[in-house]
C-alpha cells in the first residue's frame, strides 16, 4: 500500500499551519528559483504529480495552460485543491504517482514539487513520465536533497544550550528507505545519493537543462526570519530537464 500520511486528520491539519500551506507558492522557501526554471505554458498540456493544495496547477492554468491535470494520493489534498482552483477548470484525480496511466505524449510539460522522496523505485515513474511527454516537452521537479536525507532524523546537531552547530551527513552511499518525523508523525522516505537522481533522470530518456539547490529568497527570509538556517545546508534539490528525441 502507497504511504498516505496526508489523509491523516491530525498530520493534515499540521500540514495546513504551514507558510506554504497558508500562503500559497510565495512563502516556498524555493518557489523564487523554481519559478525561474519552469516553461512557458501558454497553451500547454500539464500535468502535476502530487499536486497537493493545488498551487502549481493554479499557477499553470494563470500562466495561459491549456489544459492542466492534477493528481495526488491524498483525498484531503485533492478536495483543498479543488476548493483553492474553484473558479479555474483544472482536472485533479486521486491516485498514487506509482499508478498514473496517461496516453502516451499526452502532455507537454510534468511538473512535481516534493513528492519523489516518498516514492521507493524512481526508475518506473520517470519512464512513465518519459512516455506521457511529448518529444521536447519538459519535466522539472523538486525534492528533498539528499543531504538532507541520509540521516532519518534530519536534523541538526545541537551543543548544551541548544544552538545549532552543523548540519550532520552519515550513511550517505547507503540508499533506500528511511523512518523519519515530519510534523509529529513518523514518515517513510527514501534516500538517494546526488548520482543516482541525476542518471535515473539520463537513463530514462531525458536530457538535463538545470540543477538547482536553492535558498529561500530575501523576501521570504525578510517574512520568515527562522529560515535563515536553510542557508547552510541545501534542503532540495530542483533538475529540470527535456524529453529526448
Same mark, same amino acid.
Given at each position: 500500500?502507497k +504511504?498516505?500520511?496526508?489523509?491523516?486528520?491530525?498530520?493534515?491539519?499540521?500540514?495546513?499551519?504551514?507558510?506554504?500551506?497558508i500562503?500559497g507558492?510565495n512563502?516556498?522557501?524555493e518557489w523564487?528559483? !523554481?519559478q525561474?526554471?519552469?516553461?512557458?505554458? !501558454?497553451? *500547454?498540456?500539464? &500535468?502535476?504529480l502530487?499536486?497537493?493544495?493545488?498551487w502549481?496547477c493554479?499557477?499553470a492554468? +494563470?500562466?495561459?495552460? *491549456?489544459?492542466?491535470?492534477g493528481?495526488d494520493?491524498?483525498k484531503?489534498?485533492?478536495d483543498k485543491?479543488?476548493?483553492?482552483?474553484?473558479?479555474l477548470? %483544472?482536472?485533479?484525480?486521486?491516485?498514487?504517482? #506509482?499508478d498514473?496511466?496517461f496516453k502516451?505524449e499526452?502532455?507537454?510539460?510534468?511538473?512535481?514539487? &516534493?513528492?519523489f522522496h516518498y516514492l521507493k523505485?524512481?526508475?518506473?515513474?520517470?519512464?512513465?513520465?518519459?512516455?506521457t511527454?511529448?518529444?521536447?516537452?519538459?519535466?522539472?521537479?523538486?525534492?528533498?536533497?539528499?543531504?538532507f536525507?541520509?540521516k532519518p532524523e534530519?536534523?541538526?546537531?545541537?551543543?548544551?544550550?541548544?544552538?545549532?552547530?552543523?548540519?550532520?551527513?552519515?550513511n550517505? +552511499?547507503?540508499?533506500?528507505e528511511?523512518?523519519?518525523?515530519f510534523l509529529?508523525h513518523e514518515v %517513510?522516505k527514501y534516500?538517494?545519493? !546526488? #548520482?543516482?537522481?541525476?542518471?535515473?533522470?539520463?537513463?530514462?530518456?531525458?536530457? %538535463? +537543462?538545470?540543477?538547482? #539547490?536553492?535558498k529561500?529568497?530575501e523576501?521570504v527570509?525578510?517574512?520568515?526570519?527562522?529560515m535563515k538556517?536553510?542557508?547552510?545546508?541545501?534542503?532540495?534539490?530542483i533538475?529540470?530537464?527535456i524529453?529526448?528525441n
Amino acid at each position: 500500500m502507497k +504511504q498516505n500520511k496526508y489523509d491523516d486528520n491530525d498530520f493534515f491539519e499540521s500540514y495546513g499551519k504551514m507558510p506554504r500551506s497558508i500562503d500559497g507558492l510565495n512563502s516556498a522557501g524555493e518557489w523564487s528559483v !523554481l519559478q525561474k526554471m519552469l516553461p512557458d505554458f !501558454l497553451n *500547454k498540456n500539464v &500535468l502535476d504529480l502530487g499536486c497537493g493544495y493545488g498551487w502549481h496547477c493554479i499557477y499553470a492554468k +494563470q500562466q495561459g495552460a *491549456k489544459n492542466v491535470t492534477g493528481v495526488d494520493l491524498s483525498k484531503k489534498m485533492i478536495d483543498k485543491a479543488i476548493e483553492n482552483s474553484k473558479k479555474l477548470a %483544472i482536472n485533479y484525480i486521486q491516485t498514487a504517482i #506509482e499508478d498514473i496511466n496517461f496516453k502516451s505524449e499526452e502532455f507537454d510539460i510534468v511538473i512535481s514539487s &516534493l513528492a519523489f522522496h516518498y516514492l521507493k523505485d524512481l526508475k518506473p515513474v520517470f519512464n512513465k513520465i518519459n512516455k506521457t511527454l511529448k518529444k521536447g516537452g519538459s519535466f522539472i521537479f523538486s525534492m528533498e536533497h539528499p543531504s538532507f536525507t541520509s540521516k532519518p532524523e534530519q536534523d541538526w546537531f545541537l551543543d548544551k544550550d541548544g544552538n545549532r552547530i552543523h548540519w550532520p551527513i552519515d550513511n550517505y +552511499q547507503d540508499e533506500g528507505e528511511r523512518k523519519t518525523h515530519f510534523l509529529g508523525h513518523e514518515v %517513510i522516505k527514501y534516500h538517494r545519493t !546526488l #548520482e543516482t537522481i541525476i542518471n535515473t533522470v539520463i537513463k530514462s530518456g531525458f536530457d %538535463i +537543462q538545470e540543477i538547482s #539547490e536553492p535558498k529561500p529568497s530575501e523576501l521570504v527570509l525578510k517574512k520568515y526570519p527562522e529560515m535563515k538556517d536553510e542557508m547552510r545546508r541545501p534542503i532540495f534539490i530542483i533538475i529540470s530537464a527535456i524529453k529526448n528525441n
